[in-house]
């Protein structure tokens, strides 16, 4: 809903002509962040009553009422930037808000409104803490790397070859027990439910098929 002043101060026809195009700024940003963010129009030209327009009140605030602090020191200062973004505020309840400040000067540079918006980030740091929980994951000692991809035939050589390299032997040179590590380390992995894996090994390590099924079944 939108509040609006009854009477309107005297000044320049372009003063009032900035001040009536900020106000369909002001309705437009706030109706379409209804309940969301708080937008309002500020009359620099009389900061006791400085509220010209307000919509989708958040603050309690209401038309007439004086400047903030930023407004009386825009107007004290006609230097002051022209648009201070994003800074942290709160409203009066204590909720978060994050804030937004436009200034708006005349052609003799002087400022004669602000535009002011007031984000309510209470309900997005509620939404923040839920997807923190959601993507957290424990931090806990796993008992093993998990892929979450099928293996390949071109893997398992690599795997098996990098494993005797680390030796200082070919893959059939390594001993009865490394070969047992290697293979058993192959099942863990995952290595054993690619299709042809153990036909691979077998190959690749010079041993028959019964002795890679002895290797996962001894102690």
Not at 64 to 71: I, K, N, R, S
Not at 161 to 185: C, Q, W
Not at 191 to 208: D, N, P
């Amino acid at each position: 809903m939108t509040e609006t002043a009854d009477e309107e101060p005297r000044g320049t026809a372009e003063d009032e002509l900035l001040l009536r195009e900020a106000e369909k700024i002001v309705t437009a940003i706030g109706r379409m962040f209804p309940g969301l963010c708080e937008v309002v129009l500020h009359d620099l030209r009389r900061p006791d009553q400085a509220i010209r327009v307000i919509e989708s009140n958040l603050s309690g605030r209401s038309v007439g009422d004086p400047a903030t602090e930023l407004g009386l020191a825009r107007i004290e200062d006609c230097e002051f930037p022209g648009i201070v973004q994003n800074y942290s505020n709160r409203f009066p309840d204590g909720r978060p808000a994050k804030s937004t400040s436009i200034g708006i000067k005349n052609s003799a540079g002087t400022y004669v409104a602000a535009i002011c918006l007031n984000l309510d980030v209470s309900l997005f740091a509620s939404v923040a803490r839920s997807l923190t929980n959601l993507v957290r994951t424990d931090d806990q000692e796993q008992p093993l790397i998990e892929t979450l991809r099928a293996r390949t035939v071109a893997e398992l050589r690599t795997v098996v070859e990098e494993f005797a390299a680390a030796r200082g032997h070919t893959p059939r040179g390594l001993g009865t027990a490394a070969k047992k590590e290697l293979v058993r380390s192959l099942q863990t992995r995952g290595f054993l439910q690619v299709k042809h894996s153990v036909q691979v090994v077998t190959e690749l390590l010079g041993v028959s098929r019964a002795t890679v099924y002895n290797y996962l079944r001894a102690p």
